[in-house]
């Protein structure tokens, strides 16, 4: 785990938090709940990825 990793999540919490007003006031709720909603998941996806990363390294650690 780097500081990359925490850059990439700042970035998209920084896209996503720019993004929704500008759609939320243009009137496209829908959108700015789904824009939402992909940089949870986006964000999810990439924690995902550390966490199989940590077990791998205990699993060989401990086994």
């Known amino acids: 785990m780097g500081i990359d990793l925490i850059f990439?999540?700042?970035g998209i919490g920084i896209v996503v938090a720019v993004l929704?007003?500008?759609?939320?006031k243009s009137g496209r709720d829908e959108?700015?709940?789904?824009?939402?909603?992909?940089?949870?998941i986006l964000?999810?996806?990439i924690i995902s990825g550390e966490i199989k990363?940590?077990?791998?390294l205990l699993?060989?650690?401990?086994?």
């Open 8 to 10: 990439k999540i700042a």
């Open 20 to 24: 929704n007003p500008i759609l939320i």
């Open 31 to 40: 959108q700015a709940t789904l824009v939402t909603v992909a940089g949870l």
């Open 43 to 45: 964000t999810m996806i």
């Open 53 to 56: 990363d940590l077990f791998t």
């Open 59 to 63: 699993k060989s650690f401990f086994g």
